[in-house]
């Protein structure tokens, strides 16, 4: 009864809360050192394959690196912008790093999230230093490579583009808060047990973030649509599969 | 008109497809963010932070204070994400005319 009506307290609070600053990702202080240590390992355990993705992904396609720095600076605007979520009476951000994993591949978009954390951490007042680990698995690890598994997965079986990336860009959106809550809970969960403080720090971020996740959905489809007809052979594994080349690759090959 | 050296002359239209796709696209979430805000202000919703809530709320299960990096007081922060996103479409823009722009033809 007492972890019950703690828990509702809780998530009172979660919604009611006026809040001064408009934060975003994990804030520095809230989790222990031996925590946010645990996650900047997990973190350098994807970064170095994502390093050695990034140098071979350039040695096949010169097309990757503008790519690269055009997505990396696309997460860093996307998941800066606040919306504000009227059902809720509250902002939240959408991710960008399913699009990215999709695009440029999972591993690379840990290395980019990185490093689009960092830099909003030290100049934006978003996030922050300690807490660059956690972040990075919640929304470059967790949320680019769900997506990037719901979209391999989906094209596999023939789904239309739109479909596909839309699923992978709600999935990814929606895995990126349940790890952030999981993050949080696993450490902070006390005498609560762990799946009902995640689930109460789930509920913070869900009612929010659920329509943002549509809004990540139709942005996500769109832009692989779009890529889709002007560009596929910047789709890994797509144009080669379904066949078709876009006017560039045609005269590209054509020279 | 005659084109310039770079050939800027012959797609100098004020609204070409491709701004006009875009201004449609920024004006219509522009507008959802308006209508939105002004429904919270109407009704008296804090609009806060989704992350920054939970923080507060990890901050109180944890006996600790939350804090960012650094804290960017008033306009400071609007300035900051002004000239960040600025320099973020100017990249964005240059990369993109790499990748999707339109190749002469010839």
Known sequence: ?255 | MEPDKNGVAENTAWFDPFTRWMLIIMLAILAMIFIAAKYMDLHGMPAGGTDDAVNAMASHAAHASAHPFINLPGDAQVGAFSIANFFAGLIVGHNWQKLFGRKKEG
């Open chain 1, 1 to 255: 009864m007492k972890h019950k009506s703690g828990a509702v307290l809780l998530l009172a609070m979660a919604l009611l809360i006026p809040a001064n600053a408009y934060a975003m990702h994990i804030e520095d202080g809230i989790l222990p050192p031996s925590a946010w240590i645990l996650w900047y390992g997990v973190m350098i355990l994807f970064i170095i394959p994502g390093i050695r993705e990034i140098k071979r992904r350039v040695q096949e396609n010169l097309s990757y690196k503008p790519f690269l720095a055009m997505i990396g600076v696309a997460v860093f605007v996307i998941s800066s912008m606040h919306l504000p979520v009227p059902v809720t009476g509250s902002c939240s951000h959408p991710c960008g790093t399913p699009l990215a994993a999709i695009v440029v591949g999972p591993f690379a978009t840990a290395v980019i999230s990185a490093i689009v954390l960092f830099f909003q951490a030290l100049f934006l007042g978003h996030g922050g230093i300690t807490t660059i680990g956690a972040n990075d698995f919640s929304m470059g690890i967790a949320g680019g490579i769900s997506g990037y598994l719901c979209w391999k997965i989906l094209t596999r079986f023939n789904a239309p583009l739109w479909l596909a990336g839309g699923i992978a860009g709600f999935a990814g959106d929606v895995m990126t808060y349940l790890t952030s809550a999981f993050e949080l809970a696993l450490n902070l969960h006390g005498h609560i047990s762990l799946l009902r403080q995640w689930m109460i720090f789930f509920a913070g971020y869900g009612p929010t973030q659920l329509p943002l996740a549509v809004a990540e959905a139709i942005f996500t489809a769109a832009v692989l649509q779009v890529m889709y007809n002007r560009r596929p052979d910047l789709l890994p594994g797509i144009a080669g599969r379904r066949g078709i080349f876009s006017k560039n690759a045609n005269a590209e090959a054509r020279g």
